[in-house]
């Protein structure tokens, strides 16, 4: 039998998932599915219960069910517990499980880019919605020793810190610049690197050390207007579509049973669209 799987999200539209899988399947020679599956906040409890039932080995979750499947599922990994959403679902025995891939997807994309990343020591994550929750724990799990969290609502940046104890400071987003000079890693995950926004209220980066990496998380436009800054200061600078393909490689393992590979040829499928 096919083994299907799903994301679901509401709207779920616009997601690259399906396209990202579909590769992947089409590659590996899976005869299986990945499908869209659009579920209203008032039903996902219900399709949490039923979806095994209707042929789904497991599948991704994403915007807004990722803190409810969080609150209802009880065996979480390690980084669903700590970053307290789930991004992927899948079944032991009987057993429905949780867990959160966008920290690995974050680590694995300096990882392939700038591996180097991983023998900074500080860190300023600009933000601090959900997506400032996964890197920050990727950090604490390289081994960062401080991270500043620099968001536009301090108070925001300050309980995130709070959560993430005694390594984290939250700030205001206004006081990134001078924060630049002891920073070995400089973080986006803010919407202010978007297509249509000129990044304007980000960092100014000529403050930053001439080894600093930079990174965005936005993938849209690829080379967002905060990446071309940094690579005009002469900074080593990595866009965030690797994030994506990277966090969809432990679900598409679990699931189809093959650990696929991130490679240009994807990396190009993704663009195209
Ligand atoms: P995500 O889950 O993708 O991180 P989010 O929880 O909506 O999304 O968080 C968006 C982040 O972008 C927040 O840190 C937000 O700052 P606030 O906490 O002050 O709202 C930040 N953000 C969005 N628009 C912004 C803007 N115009 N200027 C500065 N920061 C902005």
Redesign the pocket.
């Known amino acids: 039998m096919n083994t299907k799987a799903f994301v679901t999200g509401w709207p779920i539209s616009h997601s690259k998932s399906p396209r990202l899988h579909g590769f992947w399947l089409k590659k590996y020679k899976i005869a299986g599915t990945y499908e869209p599956v659009a579920v209203e906040p008032k039903e996902f409890v219900n399709f949490l219960s039923q979806f095994k039932k209707n042929g789904f080995a497991g599948g991704n979750v994403t915007?807004p069910h990722k803190e409810v499947a969080f609150r209802i599922i009880k065996n979480l990994d390690p980084a669903a517990s700590a970053i307290g959403a789930v991004n992927t679902l899948w079944f032991e025995g009987d057993e429905l499980h949780g867990g959160n891939t966008d920290a690995y997807g974050f680590s694995a994309n300096l990882d392939e880019f700038m591996p180097r990343w991983r023998d900074g020591e500080v860190a300023i994550v600009?933000?601090?919605?959900?997506?400032?929750?996964a890197i920050i724990y990727a950090l604490i799990e390289v081994g960062y020793k401080k991270i500043h969290i620099a968001?536009?609502?301090q108070e925001?940046?300050e309980r995130l810190a709070a959560d993430f104890g005694p390594k984290c400071v939250g700030h205001k987003?206004s006081k990134a610049s001078e924060l630049l000079g002891e920073t070995d890693l400089i973080v986006n995950?803010?919407?202010?690197g978007m297509a249509g926004?000129g990044g304007e209220?980000l960092p100014d980066l000529s403050f930053a050390r001439k080894t600093a990496i930079v990174t965005d998380?936005v993938y849209t436009p690829l080379r967002t207007p905060f990446l071309i800054a940094a690579e005009e200061q002469g900074l080593a600078a990595v866009d965030g579509l690797g994030m994506l393909l990277h966090q969809a490689v432990p679900g598409f393992e679990k699931w189809f049973g093959i650990r696929p590979e991130v490679t240009i040829e994807l990396r190009n499928y993704i663009l195209e669209a």
């Not at 600009?126 to 929750?133: D, E, K, N, V």
């Not at 995950?189 to 202010?192: A, V």
């Open positions: 915007i600009l933000g601090a919605g959900g997506a400032a929750r968001n536009r609502t925001r940046a987003l995950t803010t919407s202010l926004s209220g998380i």
